[in-house]
T-cell receptor, first 115, second 114 residues
Framework: AQSVTQPDIHITVSEGASLELRCNYS??????LFWYVQSPGQGLQLLLK??????LVQGIKGFEAEFKRSQSSFNLRKPSVHWSDAAEYFC?????????????FGTGTKLQVIP | SQTIHQWPATLVQPVGSPLSLECTVE??????LYWYRQAAGRGLQLLFY??????ISSEVPQNLSASRPQDRQFILSSKKLLLSDSGFYLC?????????????FGNGTRLTVT
């Protein structure tokens, strides 16, 4: 069975500082990996996805993530955080099965940005 | 472009009352549809998914049921709500037949059972 671990429940960074959110996954084959962002009271918005190929993927809002198979990791990064990035971030691993997408989510990392 | 609508945005219901949450998708046909529940600190839990009209699969046993009466309509229901049904419910869709299709979420419904 697939699983996702986000070891950091809460992270605080200063505006303008760099950010790295950690994600480790468990899956037997090559995974489909996703990062989503959720603002309070809202649904989840897809930031980026990895299926195959280049292990460094670019997403929206200036985010990027790097797939490291040897470490079973898919960490999310941003060079300079803006106050509007404060939200909760979810890493997810997917496995296509029977024509649908079976996605398992981590428990999320809440990002606080201080001025 | 594709859009997904969920309503209502918030709902307060007494214990024992029925429930009906609705989700519709526009701009795509024959999508896979999903209902998730989100509890604080516990991530998202898949409740139901559907690959076609009338085809519903349940991931966990519970007090809820789902139906798909039309291609792009997905309904979450309960005959009698429990306190434990409180939570944030999210509908999502993905492209049919594409194993790498990401999920696209609606804005969710905050359900409080009192």
């Amino acid at each position: 069975a697939q699983s996702v671990t986000q070891p950091d429940i809460h992270i605080t960074v200063s505006e303008g500082a760099s950010l790295e959110l950690r994600c480790n996954y468990s899956y037997g084959a090559t995974p489909y990996l996703f990062w989503y962002v959720q603002s309070p009271g809202q649904g989840l918005q897809l930031l980026l996805k990895y299926f195959s190929g280049d292990t460094l993927v670019q997403g929206i809002k200036g985010f990027e993530a790097e797939f490291k198979r040897s470490q079973s990791s898919f960490n999310l990064r941003k060079p300079s955080v803006h106050w509007s990035d404060a939200a909760e971030y979810f890493c997810a691993v997917g496995a296509g099965s029977g024509g649908y997408q079976k996605v398992t989510f981590g428990t999320g990392t809440k990002l606080q940005v201080i001025p | 472009s594709q859009t997904i609508h969920q309503w209502p945005a918030t709902l307060v219901q007494p214990v024992g009352s029925p429930l009906s949450l609705e989700c519709t998708v526009e701009g795509t046909s024959n999508p896979n549809l999903y209902w998730y529940r989100q509890a604080a600190g516990r991530g998202l839990q898949l409740l139901f998914y559907s690959v076609g009209i009338g085809q519903i699969s349940s991931e966990v046993p519970q007090n809820l049921s789902a139906s798909r009466p039309q291609d792009r309509q997905f309904i979450l229901s309960s005959k009698k709500l429990l306190l434990s049904d409180s939570g944030f419910y999210l509908c999502a869709w993905s492209a049919q037949g594409r194993h790498n299709s990401p999920l696209h979420f609606g804005n969710g419904t905050r359900l409080t059972v009192t």
